[in-house]
């Protein structure tokens, strides 16, 4: 089964232009969520899609960051303007949602993000 | 305020020894915890995963506890390899959407 796939995998931008990332989740999985680990940090969620619906986008800076889900499977996250705290790795995960209680979330690599 | 933290930030040990990462959490209504290794550049890759309604779970040489009353789970590594070495992060679930709230991460490196 192949697992989660996210491009590019590094990216260095200058602050204020703009980013996108891309992730494909694990087929057949539902649920796909956007998370931000800053250097040092634990993962934070960002934006979490059921389907190609947004369930959870509570911690997303809204004036910044878009996310959106194509067709409930493909998903792209996007900056702009980005600034220098943005840098970090975004992860991506996916997870089935079959509702079984030991359900847990695949993570793709992740995209490692410089802002200079 | 829902939060995870972990301790210690770092450690280090030699080959074959046992070892215990502590994790605690604020909120003790939780729906599962769970323990990810993540190595540099790479993913999170899931150990174990304890429902609310378990007290432990045991992979191989891992085992992990769940003290739900006390905010607590530690994760054991017995005669610990230097394979082993990674950061190890906790996170929990407080409902069914599954949104993971991590701590900060282990860092642990197993010198040969």
């Known amino acids: 089964e192949a697992g989660v796939a996210q491009s590019p995998r590094y990216k260095i931008i200058e602050k204020r232009q703009s980013v996108a990332f891309w992730c494909n989740p694990i087929?057949?999985?539902?649920?796909l969520y956007w998370y931000q680990q800053i250097l040092g940090q634990g993962p934070k969620l960002l934006i979490q899609f059921q389907n190609n619906g947004v369930v959870d986008d509570s911690q997303l800076p809204k004036d910044r960051f878009s996310a959106e889900r194509l067709k409930g499977v493909d998903s792209t996250l996007k900056i702009q303007p980005a600034k220098l705290e943005d840098s970090a790795v975004y992860l991506c995960?996916?997870?089935?949602?079959?509702?079984?209680?030991?359900?847990?979330?695949?993570f793709g690599p992740g995209t490692r993000l410089l802002v200079l | 305020k829902q939060e995870v933290t972990q301790i210690p930030a770092a450690l280090s040990v030699p080959e074959g020894e046992n070892l215990v990462l502590n994790c605690s959490f604020t909120?003790?209504?939780?729906?599962?915890l769970q323990w990810f290794r993540q190595d540099p550049g790479k993913g999170l890759t899931s150990l174990l995963l304890i429902q609310s309604s378990q007290r432990e779970q045991t992979s191989g040489r891992l085992n992990a506890s769940l003290d739900k009353s006390s905010g607590r789970s530690t994760l054991y590594i017995a005669a610990s390899q230097p394979g082993d070495s990674a950061t190890y992060l906790c996170?929990?679930?407080?409902?069914?959407?599954?949104?993971?709230?991590f701590g900060q991460g282990t860092e642990l490196s197993v010198k040969p």
């Open positions: 909120d003790s209504a939780i729906y599962n």
């Open positions: 995960a996916s997870r089935h949602s079959s509702g079984r209680a030991e359900e847990t979330q695949y």
């Open positions: 996170a929990v679930v407080y409902n069914q959407g599954g949104k993971l709230i």
């Open positions: 087929s057949g999985h539902a649920t």
